[in-house]
């Protein structure tokens, strides 16, 4: 396939950007969107111009690094990350809109790089355990009912892309903060900081400057692990039983 | 608690479903007095002056009134407050659009908001109105709200405004019931349907039954 791409380009943090024109050629419908990329910038490289910066590492849908808005969707038309999309998505000639995350708390580096360790700072404020647990525990020593482990494992599969923060219209990290919430709050293991845990969460994510949930839903459309809408619900329920109890102590 | 509940986005967010759903229970309430508008002049204005005299002889004329007014002074101010605030926080966390535009993105966000303004403006014109009659067309009458009622949706503007603003609560509704209900914790996979059903019904009740009376007197049905 022949395709016309248009990428953001900006040198640095500090240096504006704009969209750039770009036309590649013999794309196969069976490479990924990246490899389509990496095709980009080996020309790009032989003619002597700086190649495409975009964020990326396990090419396999399980990392979280890939970070692209495809024609307006934060990874692209199927519900997937950038690295598992293939070109058989689109048809020849198209042209392709290729941005990178837009949020005040995601800056951009350079070009398609955005810097998102506000979600690393999230999870230090909360999204661990600090029970010891040394090597991998006898799974039936601590008994957990099935439905709240089928519960913490559809919350656990969030990879931390940061595709929800770039869908939402408010810029919110409602659906990552509560997918990790979810996850360890109802497990026993995640217990002892049930309440301390979203509490600070919560409060580092406005510490970090992302929006709030006006409940438009673009996150969950977009989250590539299908975390689902309702997991905010349970955040702001966990969150005001938090409240609640810290206001009796 | 007070310090926490304002200081977070969630907290605040939890201040403006609790107003909103205080300013829906009493609308639902308003909405079902002014239907007495059909049974005439005697019943209509009866029930305007029994409002007043509610709690007698525990609490004196008018008193339950001023407290109900008080409460919903409140709760306009506490859920405009929160909102513009929300609204401010989330506008300075997306400040680049993408340069490819999507149509469908943030329209139930943008209703709410301009939504919330509209109703914000026909809640003071409402008030002096037909509460004090300072902007009202023809001889306001204190203690005669049933003409005073004729009066306004005699004029024409009256009639726009008023239907414009009935329009706007319902979709307001519609989507504010079925979000408070995720704000404060109670919606859930199985309900998510009930509180989409129960939104949707609320909000065609109340923009229906509001608008039957300037479509009342607009048909002469009401005179
Ligand atoms: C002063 C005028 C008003 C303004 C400025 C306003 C504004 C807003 C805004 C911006 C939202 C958030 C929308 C979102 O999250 O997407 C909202 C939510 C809401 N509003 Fe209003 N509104 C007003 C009047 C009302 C009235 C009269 C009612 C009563 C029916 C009401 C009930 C609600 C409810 C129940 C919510 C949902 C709260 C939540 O999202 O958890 N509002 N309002
Ligand atoms: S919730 Fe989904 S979209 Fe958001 S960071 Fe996790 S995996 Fe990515
Ligand atoms: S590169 Fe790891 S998820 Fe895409």
Redesign the pocket.
Known sequence: MKLTLRVWRQRNADADGAMSTYEVDDISADMSFLEMLDTLNEELILKGEDPVAFDHDCREGICGACSLVINGDAHGPERTTSCQLHMRSFEDGDTIDIEPWRASAFPVVKDLVVDRSAFDRIIQAGGYVTAPTGAAPEAHATPVPKPDADFAFEHAECIGCGACVAACPNGAAMLFTSAKINHLNVLPQGAPERETRVLDMVAQMDEEGFGG????GECATACPKGIPLVSITGMNKEWLRATRKAGKR | MTRTMWDSSVGK?TV??AS??I??GY?VVHMLGNLKIFFGSDEFNHYAHWLRTIGEPFLHYEWALWIIRVVLVAA?VA??VS??Q??RRDIRARPTKYVHKKPRASY??RT??W???I??LF?VWHILDLTTGTVHPGGFQHGHPYQNVIDTFSTWYGNVIYIVAMLA?GL??R???W??A???GVGSRTRDRAFKTIANVLALVLTAGFIAVPVGVMTGVVS
Do not use: D, E, N, P
């Not at chain 1, 949930?213 to 438009?216: E, I, K, S, V």
């Open positions: 949930c006006t409940l438009a | 967010k403006m479903a909103g759903l300013m829906l609308l306009v859920h405009a909102a513009y929300l609204s139930a966000t709410m908001r939504g919330g303004i109703l914000g809640i609560l307001h509704v989507h504010g019931f979000s408070a995720q704000t404060l």
